[in-house]
């Protein structure tokens, strides 16, 4: 089918195509529903293409923070707050509950808009009587735009969805995500189209879409345990799709590649250009996203047991409709420094078992004799003993056999309710442990209160500010602070060698140490795919140290030299799932792209001696500097992951860690993109809008 056009040849904009067409009708028979959660970007348009001709036009915000409903009343539309159900459930609510008194309803999502072909073809309907009518439901073609650009192609157009229908006649199927709509009655196409383009830009895109992979990791798993079928007829290619994601999705091999294959070869995705590549590759990476979701589910048991579908652990959808939501200092590391991990010749630590030839375990040390008191349920009794050889995760009870350098220990905490017990037991050596927190809103500082540490507040700016803010204005007992993460941990080898370095008072040789770390994914040590040795400077003199910005990590700024220490802490990057690594990244890929796009050009000579120096801050700095302008940087990061640093030998973990680093890189280049092109038009880059 052509979409509609406003000259020959050329598809029309979205604006053109809702363009007023005549004077509004005394009475359509239609109302329409349109969800909403924050689309204050997005509503006005798709308000425009229904307001003045539908009877009523009813918006159930699900308590948006924006000026969703204040649009939404500005422009004669009815404003219904109800809070988020899930997609179906919120749906089926407004089905139930609106009061609706025409015979049609027509079911509007605020990133689509209703063309005046489409809207006069409904019209057309409407006005006939509604018994003289055979079909109960309509489906209705979808032309999405990309990047303000249309997508003909790709397998996404034509695209059919159930939007038209009797009302009492229809109702969606109860599933978590990309629910559709079962009707009592025949269905029948309409012939023109609708529009669908969210104007939230590649960052929303990419949150929307790892959210809906969770929860389609999570369905998937449901189905297959209750051995679940749908109910009632699909529409033969939404049927096609569903059963090709139950059965053949979970069995491929290189998950998302083929789903890239059949959109930009199979499907023609080629013939829609740059966008067309664009597209097709962001969306090949949400089967990639189920893939090692599921991968997720089965590790915590889940494909054996339905109840902890329902667990922290398994649930995927924090807000509505994908909401990206504000940057959260979730982990204060470089964005470079969070996808390349760190390890050591040492055997891959679990932090749940002593190795087999560690002494036997000390006697419980009273809680109150204790620097950190263990969270409940972590008690010495369960804790390894202290084996000041091993890199296993130190622990409360190693503590009374442990040296106590004079270190004081800062972690900076955003809602690590998860991590920060843990964390704070591998502290159990310091007698000076500080926690900064951003403004969490769940139970980070009520826990790190209940063991004993002292909590400080301060709204998080940026990382470099938080650790000036921390050298600044916290009363450290010693003169050395040690900056971790609550998703990182001390090990026994890391203090002894803490203590080595660290004068008893004073200055000492050097004015801060950089130090590696162990990268754990998929309950592994990824000892090639995570490049190790890869350093950060976390231990420092306060009064010879300080930092600044640097995109959205820091770089630190001292008057001395600067040491390297051996032994590394551990990195559990994924400890709080893989829907908020991605988020997370997601996050960090716009941060560097607006970084790179800022960056100052490096010179040919000053280049090939920070790449040959021994400096290996300064070289990786500058390789990623330069990488910003080598085409297909995400396919040489995967081969040179897999191939060169040998991630193959880390097993499957590694290979899927070649692919986040890859899709990493990708989203970099694709955003990067963007901001050049809105640059070169004048407009700003800085607001990541499509």
């Known amino acids: 089918m052509t979409p509609p056009t406003s000259q020959p040849g050329a598809p029309p904009s979205t604006d053109e195509a809702l363009r007023a067409a005549g004077p509004p009708r005394r009475r359509s028979n239609v109302s329409v529903f349109i969800p909403t959660f924050n689309e204050e970007v997005n509503l006005p348009h798709a308000l425009r293409s229904c307001v003045g001709w539908a009877d009523a036009v009813f918006v159930v915000d699900s308590e948006s923070t924006d000026r969703t409903r204040e649009i939404a009343t500005s422009m004669g539309a009815k404003p219904v707050i109800r809070p988020w159900l899930g997609y179906a459930k919120q749906k089926n609510w407004a089905l139930d509950h609106l009061p609706f008194e025409t015979d049609w309803v027509f079911i509007l999502d605020a990133d689509e808009a209703i063309t005046p072909e489409l809207r006069d073809e409904i019209l057309a309907i409407a006005a006939r009587p ?44 109860e599933r978590e995500v990309h629910e559709h709509m079962k009707v009592d009655g025949p269905t029948a196409r309409l012939e023109h189209v609708m529009l669908h383009d969210d104007r939230r830009g590649l960052e929303h895109f990419i949150a929307k879409h790892n959210r809906y992979s969770t929860l389609e990791a999570r369905e998937l798993t449901r189905e297959r345990l209750l051995q679940r079928e749908d109910v009632g007829p699909l529409e033969r290619g939404i049927a096609v799709r569903r059963w090709l994601k139950r059965n053949v999705l979970p069995r491929l091999p290189l998950s998302g590649f083929w789903r890239f294959f059949y959109m930009y070869v199979l499907r023609l995705g080629f013939l829609d250009g740059a966008n067309g590549f664009r597209f097709s590759l962001l969306l090949s990476t949400y089967d990639f996203f189920i893939t090692l979701k599921l991968a997720e589910l089965r590790s915590i048991g889940a494909d054996r047991n339905p109840a902890l579908l329902q667990t922290p652990a398994a649930r995927g959808l924090a807000v509505a409709e994908g909401e990206a939501g504000p940057i959260a200092p979730a982990a204060a590391e470089a964005p470079a420094a969070a996808l390349n991990g760190a390890a050591t010749p040492a055997a891959p630590p679990t932090g749940r078992a002593a190795p087999a030839e560690a002494p036997p375990e000390p006697a419980a040390v009273p809680a109150a004799a204790r620097r950190i008191v263990p969270a409940d349920g972590r008690g010495a009794s369960a804790a390894p003993a202290w084996d000041p ?302």
């Not at 940026?462 to 990182?488: C, K, M, V």
Request: aromatic content about 12%; hydrophobic content about 35%; overall charge positive.
């Open 130 to 173: 509604v018994g003289g009518v055979a079909e109960s439901g309509f489906y209705v073609n979808r032309l999405t735009y990309f990047m303000g650009k249309p997508i003909r192609h790709c397998g996404y157009f034509p695209s059919y969805n159930l939007r038209l229908f009797k009302r009492g006649r229809a109702r969606y199927e």
């Open 389 to 690: 050889r091993s890199n296993r995760c130190f622990v409360a009870s190693d503590a009374p056999h442990a040296p106590s350098p004079p270190i004081s220990v800062v972690i900076l905490t955003f809602n690590e309710e998860s991590n920060i017990a843990a964390c704070l037991e591998s502290c159990a050596w310091c007698d000076d442990v500080h926690v900064l927190d951003s403004g969490s809103t769940d139970r980070t500082r009520e826990i790190a209160e209940r063991m004993g540490v002292t909590v400080h507040v301060n709204p998080f700016r940026s990382f470099g500010q938080q650790r000036n803010w921390a050298i600044d204005h916290i009363p450290t007992r010693h003169r050395w602070q040690f900056h971790l993460d609550a998703d990182e941990r001390f090990t026994p080898a890391s203090l002894v060698e803490l203590g080595e370095v660290v004068p008893a008072e004073g200055p000492g040789s050097c004015t801060a140490y950089r130090c590696p770390s162990m990268m754990m994914f998929m309950d592994q040590w990824l000892r090639h795919a995570a490049e190790y040795p890869v350093y950060q400077v976390r231990l420092f003199d306060k009064l010879r140290c300080r930092f600044e910005d640097h995109g959205h990590g820091q770089r630190e700024v001292t008057d001395g030299p600067i040491g390297t220490l051996r032994e590394p802490y551990l990195h559990y990057n994924f400890s709080k799932g893989l829907l908020e690594w991605f988020d997370k990244h997601n996050r960090y890929s716009s941060l560097e792209a607006r970084q790179a796009l800022d960056a100052p050009a490096v010179g040919f000579g000053q280049a090939l001696r920070n790449i040959l120096g021994r400096d290996s801050v300064k070289r990786r700095r500058t390789l990623k500097t330069l990488s910003y302008k080598v085409p297909s940087r995400s396919l040489l990061i995967f081969l040179y992951t897999v191939i060169l640093r040998r991630g193959f030998l880390d097993g499957r973990a590694g290979v899927n860690y070649a692919r986040m680093r890859s899709l990493y890189e990708g989203m970099i280049a694709t955003k990067l993109a963007v901001f050049r092109h809105k640059k070169l038009r004048g407009e700003d880059p800085s607001r990541d809008t499509a």
